[in-house]
Structures are given as structure tokens and as C-alpha cells.
């Protein structure tokens, strides 16, 4: 029998919208867009750098929950609202990363305000961290 966990946060942002911070699908975790709000105090930092690490501070504790890690994230989007803060956002993402190399897409969409800088969705598989990776270089 499939097992499904979903992880609510008490966001209002998941009950207006009827969703839930994570799903997961056996071993298969789906972890929904997430923005900088920090969890407390409900404030967005202004600065990307600041923003972009509560990001990661947010979704590394939703993944906590069920037992999984960055380590088990096989997949992410990145949205980034300004284009000039790309290489500020993808230096933070390089290092949350580093070794973990998840397939990765990168977009500049207009997001649901001006006060998020960046969001980030991520795709995980719980047990990735320990699986054995054959890393393969081609030419593109």
C-alpha cells in the first residue's frame, strides 16, 4: 500500500490556497515552492542574500519533518524576480548544493509580490543521500 505524508507549516498562504508544504509519496518527496518568510516571526528579509538563506532554512526543516535532508533533493527550480540578483542566488544555491547536484531550472518569472526575491521548489527522494552515484561527464 502506498504511503502518503503531507507536511503543513500553518502557513495562510496553505490553507487560502488548499496545499500543503510537503508531499510525500513513499520515498518521493515534493516539497511546494517556497519563499524567505521566516516561520516566527512572518517577516520577509529585504535583503536577497538574507532572503535566500531562509529559503533554505525553511524547506531544510519542512524535509526534517519526514526524515529527509538537502542531501535527498534529486530536483530543483529556482525563480529569481530580478535578473540582476541571479549570481547572488545561484552562489548561495551552488554552496547548499555543493555535491548534492541536483538537475536544476533556473527562471525569472514575476513572482506573487515584489517583496519575494527568490523561491525555490525542490523534488527529493528519501534515501538519495546514502544511494551510490556514478557521475557522468558528456560534451553538449
Same mark, same amino acid.
Given at each position: 500500500?502506498?504511503?502518503?505524508?503531507?507536511?503543513?507549516?500553518?502557513?495562510?498562504?496553505?490553507?487560502?490556497?488548499?496545499?500543503?508544504?510537503?508531499?510525500?509519496?513513499?520515498?518521493?518527496?515534493?516539497?511546494?515552492?517556497?519563499?524567505?518568510?521566516?516561520?516566527?516571526?512572518?517577516?520577509?528579509?529585504?535583503? %536577497?542574500?538574507?532572503?535566500? @538563506?531562509? !529559503?533554505? &532554512?525553511?524547506?531544510? $526543516? *519542512?524535509? #526534517?519533518?519526514?526524515?529527509?535532508?538537502?542531501?535527498?533533493?534529486?530536483?530543483?527550480?529556482?525563480?529569481?524576480?530580478?535578473?540582476?540578483?541571479?549570481?547572488?542566488?545561484?552562489?548561495?544555491?551552488?554552496?547548499?548544493?555543493?555535491?548534492?547536484?541536483?538537475?536544476?531550472?533556473?527562471?525569472?518569472?514575476?513572482?506573487?509580490?515584489? %517583496?519575494?526575491?527568490?523561491? @525555490?521548489? !525542490?523534488? &527529493?527522494?528519501?534515501? $538519495? *543521500?546514502? #544511494?551510490?552515484?556514478?557521475?557522468?561527464?558528456?560534451?553538449?
Amino acid at each position: 500500500m502506498t504511503n502518503i505524508i503531507k507536511v503543513k507549516t500553518g502557513s495562510k498562504f496553505e490553507e487560502m490556497g488548499s496545499y500543503s508544504r510537503i508531499v510525500a509519496v513513499d520515498n518521493w518527496i515534493y516539497v511546494s515552492n517556497t519563499a524567505g518568510r521566516h516561520p516566527v516571526s512572518k517577516e520577509i528579509p529585504a535583503d %536577497v542574500t538574507e532572503q535566500t @538563506l531562509q !529559503v533554505f &532554512a525553511n524547506i531544510e $526543516a *519542512a524535509l #526534517a519533518a519526514i526524515d529527509a535532508s538537502l542531501r535527498d533533493v534529486v530536483f530543483s527550480r529556482v525563480f529569481i524576480q530580478n535578473p540582476d540578483d541571479v549570481a547572488t542566488v545561484m552562489g548561495i544555491i551552488g554552496d547548499k548544493f555543493r555535491g548534492i547536484n541536483p538537475a536544476t531550472t533556473v527562471t525569472c518569472p514575476p513572482l506573487g509580490s515584489t %517583496v519575494y526575491k527568490v523561491e @525555490l521548489e !525542490v523534488t &527529493a527522494y528519501r534515501g $538519495a *543521500a546514502q #544511494a551510490e552515484v556514478q557521475e557522468i561527464t558528456v560534451a553538449l
